[in-house]
């Protein structure tokens, strides 16, 4: 099925808890080497035909407006699949 | 004097608010989020809870809502707006207000009752606080922790737009101790902690005078109903 793909990350510098919680609990079961845990998100667009250039601009607009964040989050990458 | 209350799916305080209104004076106008008629209320206020199940991001989509984008436009006329906890994360994530809401630094969701201290008292929801006045009112969330740009937090504290800030401890780890903001107008507040929960004596937090005597948070709401009378 043709679907875009939208990754968002938390902030570089911004704290984020939950990884923080996660590489806690990785340490805890032995695996000392890994030094940090960073959790985002990804976002499956689907579509039932294939998608336009246009499609991807406009997923690109609602990735950086909605779906996202500024404050808090970086799009890392938005990128079709077919 | 009307004040709406907005209900999302997911609102777990607007019957507290109701009430609040109620107990401070105001009639309380309920209003639906897909409807973008506002009833002609002279003030709005959005509740807390989980509206859409904090999906994407907590009231990311409830900023969406068609009720909001009226709320948007209205704010900008002026229209005095309050933001309580999810209804917080709302005018964030609506961009009434800077900055964002994280998860709280220690990944608890708290629930106690939270001393704070008035900042700003020129704003509509915050006219009858003493300038530096300190208050007690519950805190109860999982996602708390304001967080902004450098620039924002100059911005901030040089305008003056911090309303409240947290004592005697920073419960979820909030940037300069931020507990609620406005904007440059004073007619949009926003905070984390909830004024609704202590309006009546025997209902609100614990004080040194007696249990449960707490009614601090009814000044939000004597505050914008002075206003409108005064405008």
Known sequence: MPKIIVEIMPKQDLLDPQGKAVANSLHRSGQKEISAVRIGKRIELHFEREITDKDLEEAKTQAANFLSNDVIEDVVAVTKED | ?231
Not at chain 2, 93 to 98: A, D, I, M, W, Y
Not at chain 2, 125 to 138: A, G, R, S, V, Y
Not at chain 2, 207 to 214: P, V, Y
């Open chain 2, 1 to 231: 004097m009307k004040i709406g209350v907005i209900t999302y799916p997911g609102t777990l305080d607007d019957r507290d608010a109701q009430r609040a209104i109620r107990l401070a004076g105001g009639t309380p106008v309920p209003l639906w989020h897909a409807d973008d008629d506002l009833k002609k209320v002279d003030a709005v206020v959005l509740p807390g809870g989980f509206s859409y199940g904090d999906y994407l991001r907590c009231g990311a989509i409830a900023a969406q809502a068609p009720a909001t984008k009226e709320v948007i436009r209205l704010a900008g006329q002026g229209l005095p707006v309050l933001g309580i906890c999810n209804g917080f994360q709302i005018l964030v994530e609506s961009h009434l207000l800077p900055g964002g809401l994280i998860r709280n630094e220690k990944q608890h969701f708290v629930c106690k009752d939270q001393k704070l201290r008035v900042e700003n008292n020129q704003t509509s929801w915050t006219n009858m606080f003493e300038k530096d006045e300190e208050i007690l009112i519950p805190l109860k969330n999982g996602e708390g922790g304001y967080i902004a740009s450098d620039e924002t937090l100059k911005m901030l504290e040089a305008e003056n737009l911090i309303t409240f800030r947290y004592l005697d401890g920073n419960p979820n780890g909030s940037l300069n101790d931020i507990a609620g903001l406005t904007n440059k107008r004073g007619n949009v507040v926003g905070l984390m902690p909830h004024p609704e929960h202590a309006v009546e004596p025997g209902f609100g937090p614990d004080t040194k005078t007696a249990m449960r005597s707490g009614i601090d948070g009814l000044k939000f709401f004597q505050s914008v109903l002075q206003q409108v009378v005064n405008a």
